[in-house]
């Protein structure tokens, strides 16, 4: 097996190969020689050994989860910043054209999209009107102005909640 491997491939004559275990799964081994004096481990270095091995489980786990924790946190807190530092730039502008430009370029870069429109709900009427389209592919030339009260958009404005929409081709 890989444990007798590993004693031949580090020219040991004798050792403890110690799985390293946490929650029931093996999160590696603790390979260990006895002192050059003896030629195999004492039962109180044994039990020593397997404690020794069972903590060192619980603190590689503990290690990792904080690790998964502290990177997820940190990607957090740079999203945060980066929204922070959009809704600065946004709220830094009165001109209404400029804030549409920021929240546009804002959404492309928090997200990576390839589409973006912005529309607005007309003061007069139940009409909504693009105000600023973008787009990776050549326009396809859809309207610059809709019903606000039919389709998604309609269940979008009604519900005032976000639609998920899969577009199939």
């Keep these: 097996p890989a444990s007798l491997r590993l004693l031949q491939t580090s020219e040991l004559t004798s050792g403890?190969?110690?799985?390293?275990?946490?929650?029931?799964?093996?999160?590696?081994?603790?390979?260990?020689?006895?002192?050059?004096?003896?030629?195999?481990?004492?039962?109180?270095?044994?039990?020593?050994?397997?404690?020794?091995?069972?903590?060192?489980?619980?603190?590689?786990?503990?290690?990792?989860?904080?690790?998964?924790?502290?990177?997820?946190?940190?990607?957090?807190?740079?999203?945060?910043?980066?929204?922070?530092?959009?809704?600065?730039?946004?709220?830094?502008?009165?001109?209404?054209?400029?804030?549409?430009e920021e929240v546009a370029q804002a959404a492309i870069n928090a997200t990576g999209v390839e589409y973006i429109d912005v529309a607005l709900l007309n003061d007069s009427k139940p009409i909504m009107q693009s105000i600023l389209r973008r787009s990776v592919v050549p326009e396809e030339g859809g309207p610059l102005e809709w019903p606000s009260e039919e389709g998604l958009t309609g269940k979008a404005v009604r519900s005032r909640q976000t639609i998920r929409a899969l577009f199939r081709s």
């Design 16 to 100: 403890l190969i110690l799985p390293l275990v946490m929650h029931g799964q093996q999160v590696g081994l603790l390979a260990i020689a006895p002192p050059e004096n003896q030629s195999e481990f004492k039962p109180e270095q044994m039990r020593i050994a397997e404690a020794l091995a069972n903590q060192a489980a619980v603190a590689i786990d503990n290690a990792r989860r904080f690790e998964r924790t502290d990177t997820a946190l940190a990607s957090r807190v740079d999203q945060l910043a980066a929204l922070e530092g959009i809704l600065r730039r946004m709220t830094s502008h009165l001109n209404l054209q400029t804030v549409i």
